[in-house]
T-cell receptor
Framework: ETGVTQTPRHLVMGMTNKKSLKCEQH?????MYWYKQSAKKPLELMFV???????ENNSVPSRFSPECPNSSHLFLHLHTLQPEDSALYLC?????????????FGDGTRLSIL | KQEVTQIPAALSVPEGENLVLNCSFT??????LQWFRQDPGKGLTSLLL?????REQTSGRLNASLDKSSGRSTLYIAASQPGDSATYLC?????????FGKGTRLHILP
């Protein structure tokens, strides 16, 4: 148990579907992150939220839309995805702002786009 | 552009051996260097974080060193155990950008 819970664990969707990934942390952290892990590629940071405010968007396509209603919850809304978006999506949280703190990761959502 | 390289991509060693995993980065102006472990089907577990002002960090059988001048970090695992089998990733942080290597897949043979 890492303290960071992601749901669903697996998701299969068509390119025209709309779905959302959910992340919840029980660690009292103030920063939350979305990462993408594709096969044979390094882990990529997608979005960073500090105290519910988005502070980082690493040139992520608009078909990925994050939402952070409070410091404990983070969502990733998906629509009109492409086959190359199939990957493991990891959520993480850390104490304080910035990336200079140890991050705690969830177990990820394995996303497959048909 | 900051790049992080991990060599080898995969490693198998007998149980009980000491081993070293390597990480190199192209930009010496990193703020910190982190080592993570990832088990199959799981997220990442932070192992050690070395700040730019530090040279090394230790936790149990793990020791990580950082040499900014040469752009290298090593993760030393003493007395390896089958439970150490996992993928080990290093990540460098600079200017609020965190760049990961592709990882070294470690298999400890019983």
């Amino acid at each position: 148990e890492t303290g960071v819970t992601q749901t669903p664990r697996h998701l299969v969707m068509g390119m025209t579907n709309k779905k959302s990934l959910k992340c919840e942390q029980h660690l009292g952290h103030n920063a939350m992150y979305w990462y993408k892990q594709s096969a044979k590629k390094p882990l990529e940071l997608m979005f960073v939220y500090n105290f519910k405010e988005q502070t980082e968007n690493n040139s992520v396509p608009s078909r990925f839309s994050p939402e952070c209603p409070n410091s404990s919850h983070l969502f990733l809304h998906l629509h009109t995805l492409q086959p190359e978006d199939s990957a493991l999506y990891l959520c993480a949280s850390s104490r304080g702002s910035g990336l200079n703190q140890p991050q705690h990761f969830g177990d990820g959502t394995r996303l497959s786009i048909l | 552009k900051q790049e992080v390289t991990q060599i080898p991509a995969a490693l198998s060693v007998p149980e009980g051996e000491n081993l070293v995993l390597n990480c190199s980065f192209t930009d010496s102006a990193i703020y910190n260097l982190q080592w993570f472990r990832q088990d199959p089907g799981k997220g990442l577990t932070s192992l050690l974080l070395i700040q730019s002002s530090q040279r090394e960090q230790t936790s149990g059988r793990l020791n990580a060193s950082l040499d900014k001048s040469s752009g290298r970090s090593t993760l030393y695992i003493a007395a390896s155990q089958p439970g150490d089998s996992a993928t080990y990733l290093c990540a460098g942080l600079r200017d609020d950008k965190i760049i990961f290597g592709k990882g070294t897949r470690l298999h400890i043979l019983p």
